[in-house]
């Protein structure tokens, strides 16, 4: 290996850690422990804090959900591009900060144009200045993205273009990660609020036991990336994770089964519907002649809990390397004992891109709502085209009849 190649990596100037901001009142509680057990009770008080937040924003609704998930996005973009800007600020080159933010709202300005089209295609079609900005958002959202690349191209600087360059790759990396996967994360609460709650707290079930396990029981090293985390940790939090989701009473409940939707005539978000038969109980047989009553949903929780148990810290291994590679121990210290918001949701976006994934492959249908919204848009030749065609392909299945004297057993007669 020549004397290049075995060189570290010292081209980074290395970024500061965050000072330690535990609150002074549990300093002083837990003055005589052994930094190891402050560490385990600090995490351990504000795990509890976070998991009373998330049932309180549960309890709060959808659109609350919604909102968090906003916030949430917007912190942990602010994280990442404050560890460019430390290494970027030093040369004093333009536009950096400014530019990153732009086309932050320029990304989500896309994407929640697009879920608001999709989802609420009768509000937007009643209201003529939606309709005028659904039926040009696309347009619109290209011409904002190439007035934020105008002006990167306009701020490059002599003998830095390799520098400018790396940072515009950096900012478009972090909207790819944090952005797009909360946009994915909307469309699984869209679905309905399990699709939401179970995959983030499986993650947060199996990081949970992870620790409890590797803490009292962990002896054989998992990844040099993540020195603390064990095999024993590992394969701990697997089978928690797994026993804690078949456990889930929710999908007996309307309103964490049923999709979020907008009510046209009441002007506001409903979940109310009949339980599909993902989410009514149904007798499976065991080999040992005994009969259970389980939830079909129950049984895509084992896909969701393996996923989060076993790829989705893979995403926090990708974190950790990420940290290493600029000399960090975390992205922030937003919450003492845990490091930044980032630090929190490395494995959810992971998580929430599988979950949108396995919904499209494996879950979801045609919404007839959306197909008759669409149909409603169309000029009367487009429907009566269509209600033609439907029309002849109904008779040709002997689904419609077009005679009172029909030996098929229609379901609509003429």
């Known amino acids: 290996m020549s004397d290049t190649e075995s060189k570290p990596d010292t081209g980074v100037p290395e970024v500061p850690v965050p000072a330690d901001d535990t609150p002074e009142v549990l300093n002083k509680a837990l003055s005589g422990l052994s930094s190891r057990w ?3 009770w600090v995490r351990g008080i504000l795990t509890l804090a976070m998991i009373s937040f998330f049932f309180l924003i549960i309890y709060l609704g959808p659109i ?35 530019l990153s933010w732009y086309f932050l709202l320029c990304v ?8 608001v089209t999709d989802y609420f295609f009768t509000l937007v ?8 900005l659904s039926k040009y958002h696309r347009f619109i959202s290209f ?24 940072m515009f ?23 309905g609020m399990i699709w939401f709650i179970v995959p983030i707290s499986s993650v947060i079930c199996n990081d949970i036991m992870a620790y409890m396990f590797g803490f009292f029981f962990g002896r054989t090293p998992l990844i040099k990336l993540s020195p603390k985390k064990t095999w024993e940790g590992f394969i701990g939090g697997l089978f928690a994770t797994i026993v804690f989701c078949l456990a889930y009473v929710m999908a007996g409940y309307r309103y964490f089964v049923c999709p979020v939707e907008f009510n046209n005539d009441l002007n506001s978000f409903q979940v109310d519907c009949e339980p599909s038969e993902l989410f ?5 047989a065991l080999p040992s002649v005994l009969t259970v ?53 490395d494995c959810q976006y992971l998580m929430a891109t599988f979950v949108n994934v396995y919904i499209a492959s494996f879950i979801r249908g045609p919404n007839p709502t959306k197909v008759i919204q669409q149909l409603m848009a169309l000029r009367t030749d487009q429907q009566l085209h269509i209600f033609n065609a439907l029309k002849v392909h109904l008779i040709e299945k002997g689904l419609l009849c077009t005679c009172k004297k029909c030996t098929c057993k229609p379901v609509f007669r003429e």
């Open 293 to 345: 009553k389980l939830y079909p949903f129950q049984i895509h929780s084992i896909a969701l809990s393996s996923f989060a148990s076993i790829v989705g810290p893979f995403g926090g291994f990708f974190a950790s390397g990420f940290k290493r590679a600029f000399k960090i121990k975390d992205f922030a210290n937003t919450i003492p004992g845990h490091g930044g918001i980032m630090d929190r949701f």
């Open 169 to 191: 790759g950096w900012t478009h990396v972090t909207l790819l990660i944090v952005v797009t996967q909360s946009h994915l994360i909307i469309h699984n609460l869209f679905e």
């Open 64 to 98: 609350v959900l919604m909102m968090i998930v906003l916030i949430v996005q917007i912190k942990c973009f602010q994280e990442i591009i404050t560890i460019g800007y430390s290494v970027y600020h030093s040369y004093h080159l333009p536009w950096f900060r400014t």
């Open 108 to 115: 989500n300005y896309f994407f929640y144009g697009e879920t």
């Open 280 to 284: 009514q109980l149904q007798d499976y």
């Open 143 to 166: 011409a904002l993205y190439l007035t934020g690349f105008c002006m990167f191209v306009l701020s490059l600087v002599k003998k830095h273009y390799r520098l400018q360059f790396y």
């Open 125 to 132: 079609q009643r209201e003529e200045p939606l309709r005028i």
């Open 38 to 40: 402050k560490n385990w």
